[in-house]
């Protein structure tokens, strides 16, 4: 199975023995949607919800930060995911929510699994069926994940990183938070960007229909930022959510020395002992 599937793809594979379908849509606060209410009003059929608002490590403060792997173990196997399910993903979010959930399940050693190109929006608006049932919960043989730490960085990795330079920081926030012109309202933070950050705002990746962009378009809205794609990456955004969407776009790309700062500008911004640049990026 492809990384990105279609709709169409999609719609013929629906009902497969293997298949777990997941939605993985999350909004912020500030949009007054719900995603559960919104799941049980319509989904794709057998669809499950993944609840990814409640995917976090328990007790943090920040947002963002990755479970550990007893607490997804437990939640994907309530959703009917087993050892050799395939997965998909999808969600109805500005977010693209899904390249979150894609990008924990990776980090835990899940491979065959898949993000929707375009999501719930592109599925109804093409007239596939969607259905009001919620699928009933159960379990099945548990599946024992092991995550990959080194596809994250903490804020010792980035406070390093700020002196050695050893990889290359991209946020993937708009232009006006990360140059500062405009607050961060979503984290109650002003604006800016980690030292020595550059640019590439998740949504530059993406058709007006929520499909991504050509592989050679997303290679050079990397490249325009001043990105080098043979070098190591490390992607952040405001609570690791929009950064994982550049991850996917890179993994897409072939590139795949890519890490994810979880703790982001809600971590960084908040922290008054961090340093920090306003302006373009230098």
Not at 151 to 178: H, I, P, S, Y
Not at 240 to 258: E, K, P, Q, R, Y
């Amino acid at each position: 199975m492809d990384m990105l599937v279609s709709t169409q793809w999609l719609a013929f594979e629906l009902g497969a023995d293997d298949l777990v379908v997941l939605d993985a849509s999350l909004h912020l606060p500030q949009t007054d949607r719900n995603a559960a209410e919104e799941f049980a009003a319509a989904h794709i059929p057998g669809a499950r919800f993944l609840d990814l608002a409640s995917v976090h490590q328990p007790g943090s403060s920040m947002p963002g930060k990755i479970p550990d792997a007893i607490h997804l173990e437990s939640r994907l196997a309530i959703l009917g995911v087993a050892p050799g399910s395939r997965i998909v993903l999808y969600d109805d979010s500005a977010l693209r929510t899904a390249c979150r959930a894609w990008f924990l399940l990776k980090m835990f050693g899940l491979d065959d699994v898949a993000v929707l190109d375009g999501g719930f929006t592109k599925w109804r608006e093409e007239g596939r069926p969607l259905e009001t049932e919620r699928p009933p919960a159960g379990k099945v043989p548990g599946i024992t994940l092991l995550p990959d730490t080194t596809l994250l960085r903490d804020k010792q990795a980035m406070l390093a990183n700020c002196d050695t330079g050893a990889e290359q920081v991209v946020d993937a926030r708009d232009a006006e938070r990360f140059t500062g012109e405009a607050e961060d309202l979503i984290h109650n933070l002003p604006g800016g960007h980690i030292p020595g950050a550059r640019n590439v705002c998740f949504s530059d990746l993406l058709r007006e229909d929520g499909t991504f962009r050509p592989i050679d378009e997303m290679r050079w809205a990397f490249e325009d930022a001043g990105i080098s794609l043979d070098d190591p990456i490390i992607t952040s955004c405001g609570s690791g959510v929009t950064a994982s969407v550049l991850v996917f776009a890179l993994h897409l790309m072939g590139i795949t020395t890519v890490a994810l700062y979880d703790g982001s500008w809600s971590e960084w911004g908040g922290d008054p002992a961090t340093p920090k640049e306003t302006g373009a990026a230098r």
